[in-house]
């Protein structure tokens, strides 16, 4: 695991927490200097792992489908996304972790196997790094399940853009399997 993803994936459990989730997960592996996440691999599509926990307070289990990814020239600039349902289980979100030091303004770019799919927009940051986050709409999610790559795009200045790749691989049979 990097480091920058070694750093910052308890920080992004409580964040992930905090902005709705409702669950507090991790990585399929723990960080190297922190306490593992209470959450269980429940399991793995592809490069999609489907991640559970029951939070405290909470009466059933959550869960989320998750990858956590690195540019392949910068190390130090990764993302984890994350596929979760809203808890009146109404809508999809696809919510993505950047790290610190990202434009804001530009938002988050998306774009699968070549296609341009717009950008999101950056709704909230901690310490461990920005979240910004869209509805899964069927549309985009139809985009998504039939795509092989997509290249997520973050920006360190307006003309300066750095594309993160995600593998889709796993990601239609992820969802169909995400309670």
């Known amino acids: 695991m990097t480091s920058w993803l070694s750093r910052t994936l308890a920080k992004a459990v409580l964040a992930i927490a905090l902005l709705g989730g409702g669950i507090a997960v991790g990585a399929a592996a ?17 490069a999609w792992s489907i991640i559970c926990d029951t939070p405290a307070g909470a009466t059933s289990e959550q869960c989320v489908m998750m990858q956590n990814v690195v540019a ?38 998306l774009n699968v196997d070549g296609k341009d799919i717009g950008r999101a927009y950056f709704v909230r940051c901690f310490q461990d ?17 039939s795509g092989t790559s997509a290249t997520f795009i973050v920006f360190q200045t307006p003309e300066e853009g750095i594309g993160i790749p995600v593998d889709l691989k796993g990601f ?4 169909a399997a995400l309670p």
């Not at 960080?31 to 599509?45: D, L, Q, R």
């Open 30 to 46: 723990p960080p190297n200097n922190a306490t593992p996440p209470s959450g269980t691999v429940k399991s793995t599509h592809g």
């Open 129 to 145: 790094g920005c979240y910004a986050e869209v509805i899964l709409e069927k549309p985009l999610l139809d985009t998504l399940k």
């Open 72 to 109: 392949e020239d910068r190390p130090e600039m990764g993302l984890s996304v994350v596929v979760l349902r809203t808890a009146d289980n109404k809508a999809e979100i696809l919510r993505v972790l950047a790290p610190l030091g990202v434009l804001l303004p530009n938002g988050l770019g």
């Open 172 to 175: 239609a049979d992820g969802f």
